[in-house]
């Protein structure tokens, strides 16, 4: 129950985020103007403003904080380690590369970048799990396997970056880190494409996965097959983070700690996969209203934001790790 109600709560809360972002900017909206704008009686001039240029961005926001969540929840309850999120383990830099080789090189439209982003995360996905595979992948090894193919991963895009003439440099600027800015409802349906297609199988994996987090014999001796479902769900973890990616860019931190923080609040064992997609789409709304309302326009970048919060986040989460002998 208390699950139940912290995922409305947190779905109230990121909502009324996206209805303070669509009002913020050179055209000042209240809520109460936003929403019956959204209902077909706002303003003179409204629609335009609220339809074709500001919600889109925020409902990206939203669905890319939702898979981000998600896929992290997944990761960490894979590796049973909350440094084993995607952003921190490659895969987020893995989908990132995959986009900028569409852009650079191919001089790819869109949805050919989405593809490239999809391709890349997978083939991360698929050099970390071989790499890690040892008598089946286990949590630490995935985890440092993660790391160093993540250091590899950036390298390789700073390199594309630096050779990139000038145009293309600028249109891949947000790959680098993740942004909002100028989002469409193309980019929309891309960021919606993970959520929809994806979440599913991974609910339906949730029981499976909480038994994972048991051990490997455990999970054999209650008749899930370990390495099958494992499969499965980092296939499902990976496209979620190559769509978000290919919405948004690598928004980085949000699959980190939006699981850590449903854990706490909901104070339930397990992976808690709705209570985490909901709070990782609170994350990203909130930081996108705080980009407009700090700096006064939407050219600040969102993953500044969540970067900043992430990494303070990450020191206040070494430092318990230290205190309690693991690392």
Not at 69 to 96: H, K, M
Not at 232 to 246: I, R
Request: proline share 5%; with cysteine.
């Amino acid at each position: 129950m208390r699950a139940l109600l912290v995922c409305a709560v947190l779905a109230v809360s990121a909502a009324g985020a996206m209805i303070l972002a669509v009002g913020t900017g050179a055209y000042e909206l209240s809520p109460p103007e936003v929403v019956r704008t959204l209902a077909g009686h706002g303003p003179p001039g409204a629609e335009f403003v609220v339809l074709d240029l500001r919600l889109p961005r925020a409902l990206v926001a939203l669905l890319v904080g939702f898979g981000m969540g998600v896929a992290g929840a997944v990761f960490q309850s894979l590796t049973r380690n909350p440094l084993g999120s995607p952003d921190i383990t490659g895969f987020g830099n893995g989908a990132s590369a995959g986009a900028l080789v569409a852009i650079i090189l191919f001089d790819a439209g869109d949805a050919q970048t989405a593809i490239g982003a999809v391709c890349g995360g997978f083939a991360t996905a698929a050099g970390v799990y071989l790499l890690a595979w040892r008598q089946g992948v286990h949590g630490y090894r995935l985890v440092l396997v993660g790391i160093g193919a993540s250091a590899v991963l950036g390298a390789a895009t700073s390199f594309l970056y630096v050779r990139a003439d000038i145009g293309k440099a600028a249109q891949s600027a947000s790959w680098l880190i993740g942004s909002l800015n100028t989002r469409d409802w193309g980019d929309v349906r891309i960021a919606a494409l993970g959520p929809v297609a994806l979440v599913p199988v991974v609910l339906g994996y949730a029981r499976r996965l909480t038994v994972l987090e048991m051990g490997d014999d455990t999970a054999a001796a209650l008749g899930v097959p370990p390495e099958r479902s494992r499969l499965v769900l980092l296939c499902a973890g990976t496209g979620l983070t190559a769509m978000a990616v290919a919405a948004a860019g690598p928004v980085p931190f949000v699959a980190m700690a939006a699981p850590q923080l449903a854990r706490r609040i909901t104070r339930a064992a397990g992976p808690n996969l709705l209570p985490a997609g909901w709070t990782g789409a609170l994350l990203v709304t909130a930081a996108d209203l705080a980009t407009q309302r700090v700096t006064g326009s939407a050219l600040l970048p969102v993953g500044v934001v969540t970067g900043v919060a992430g990494g303070a986040y990450l020191a206040w989460l070494l430092r318990g790790e230290r205190k309690a002998g693991l690392v």
